[in-house]
Nanobody, 125 residues
């Protein structure tokens, strides 16, 4: 069974940085695409960044481009989301999810099958 576990969330001041980690137990981590989603209070969950199993051409939602960086370390079964210059609008629960990117599916349209429990990120002064 593939099980992602997020860590690294917390309370930070605007302008600061955080790095989230997604440690994955189970087989074949290197075969899965990884997505980072977030859900703010009263809002839908949205994909903010994703990376393919190859690690090439990652996806970033417009509001986080040039501030967030996604990466993966297949030897460690771990994915990361480095978040810089955080703003209060980044406050949300952040979820890590994994799935197989089928032919014809983009990182945005693919199905993410395995989900973590989430980690809270709060940006406030």
């Amino acid at each position: 069974q593939v099980r992602p576990v997020e860590s690294g969330g917390g309370l930070v001041q605007p302008g600061n940085s955080l790095t989230l980690s997604c440690a994955v137990s189970g087989p074949a981590f290197s075969s899965y695409a990884v997505g980072w989603f977030r859900q703010a209070p009263g809002k839908e969950r949205v994909l903010v960044s994703a990376i393919s199993w190859l690690g090439s051409r990652p996806y970033y939602e417009d509001s986080v481009k040039d501030r967030f960086t996604i990466s993966r370390a297949n030897a460690e079964n771990t994915a990361y989301l480095k978040m810089n210059n955080l703003t209060p609008e980044d406050t949300a629960v952040y979820f890590c999810a994994l799935g197989i990117q089928d032919v014809g599916r983009t990182l945005r349209t693919m199905r993410y099958k395995y989900w973590g429990q989430g980690t809270q990120v709060t940006v406030s002064s």
